[in-house]
């Protein structure tokens, strides 16, 4: 088992989306961060917990390994819960929900052992126990080894906290920065998206772009555990490097109310001084004057057959918009099928890896920069 100061760190990835998480947490010096499935691994003591929810744009949560022990029937799993030194993690007086999952065990019941890991925890340490629980334990059992987990992040890491209006179809914030990432942006380069519904692609290009680190707006389960010390959270908020930049991130949209939302998500963000929203078709865009940067898009995919012909046309006036006009620009274009991608009739690179979006499988298709 760990000790304090050398956790275990699993960052939760959008499934696809492991290599660069794994990328930015390097970026960010997270010790000996590797990407396995489902996320990436680092270790490190509580103060790195909470910088990386603080400061990781792709991480969907940040869980913290407690423990592992081997118990092959509930009465071993019970003897060794109640031995568990629960006080070294979780206060006495914040509610806890445990969940708890089996696979290829003896104990293969897991609301039974989910019940074990509730009455050791409430019985040994007094802490009540609640479906609503402010913090999540997590058992799961595999191959009769059992590991104890807390969610350290609470809400998923995406509600960045200031996103008052959301219009039809957003992308997770996680997953915008990400396939930002993907395209080579590092915040020095002027960002449009065309189609920018509620502004997450703009708002989190202008807070790469502003160094803001993207939980700067909101709680944590984290705040709630035993470890927690205030003083030091609050001079790591302090301590975030935020740095001016020249450059304006833009969106459309030819939706009024994606470009309502878009605003007032920006202004609560505290960046609508480096963001420009209008009313827009995508077949009337133009490139702003200065620097080429990054075009980059999630268009409608269509839910239903039939649709994808219907799309096809809308991705034809992307593409052929941004070839006329968007010389020395690079794309990048979020959907479903390679036959809406080639569409637009772009010069499409190799595309990324598929990427689980609710259930709905989507990739990034990147061009280099339009001759
Ligand atoms: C999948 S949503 C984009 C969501 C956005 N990335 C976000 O995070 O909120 C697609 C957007 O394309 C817009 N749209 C559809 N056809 C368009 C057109 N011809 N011109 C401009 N915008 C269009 C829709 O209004 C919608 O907001």
Not at 35 to 50: A, D, L, Q, R
Not at 54 to 69: C, I, Q, T
Not at 250 to 278: K, L, M, P, W, Y
């Amino acid at each position: 088992m760990e000790t304090a100061d050398d956790l275990e760190i699993f960052l939760i990835a959008t499934p696809g989306l492991e290599a660069p998480l794994c990328a930015e947490a390097l970026e960010r010096g997270f010790a000996q961060a590797r990407t396995v499935k489902g996320g990436v691994v680092c270790h490190g003591g509580w103060p790195e917990v909470w910088r990386a929810n603080l400061e990781l744009r792709g991480a969907n949560k940040v869980l913290v390994r407690l423990g592992s022990f081997p118990a092959v029937h509930l009465a071993q799993l019970d003897k060794r819960a109640r031995k568990f030194p629960w006080a070294r993690y979780l206060r006495a007086d914040v509610p806890v929900k445990v969940e708890a999952s089996s696979r290829k065990s003896r104990i293969y019941h897991a609301g039974a052992a989910r019940q074990r890991i509730e009455r050791a925890i409430s019985e040994s340490l007094g802490a009540p126990i609640s479906s609503e629980g402010t913090i999540r334990v997590l058992l799961r059992i595999e191959k009769d080894i059992c590991t104890l987990s807390v969610d350290s992040s609470g809400e998923p890491l995406h509600k960045r906290g200031h996103k008052p209006a959301v219009a039809k179809a957003p992308m997770r914030e996680t997953m915008a920065a990400m396939f930002l990432r993907e395209c080579g942006f590092d915040g020095t380069e002027p960002v449009l998206d065309p189609m920018c519904g509620s502004g997450t692609f703009v708002i989190e290009a202008a807070e790469i772009a502003l160094g803001l680190p993207p939980g700067r707006s909101r709680s944590f389960a984290f705040e709630k555990l035993a470890k927690f010390d205030h003083a030091l959270w609050h001079n790591m908020q302090l301590g975030a490097n935020a740095h001016e930049t020249q450059l304006i991130f833009r969106g459309s949209d030819r939706n009024a109310g994606a470009i309502e939302a878009s605003i007032a998500n920006a202004d609560e963000a505290g960046i609508g001084h480096v963001t420009r929203f209008q009313q827009y078709s995508v077949s009337d865009i133009k490139p702003p004057e200065g620097s080429t940067g990054l075009v980059i898009v999630n268009p409608p995919y269509g839910a239903r057959i039939g649709d994808e012909k219907r799309l096809r046309s809308l991705y034809g006036s992307l593409g052929n918009v941004l070839i006329k006009r968007f010389k020395g620009w690079r794309v990048g274009i979020v959907t479903t099928t390679p036959g809406l991608a080639r569409a637009t009739r772009l010069p499409l690179l190799p595309p990324g890896p598929i990427v689980d979006h609710g259930g709905t499988k989507i990739r990034l298709y990147r061009t280099g920069p339009l001759e």
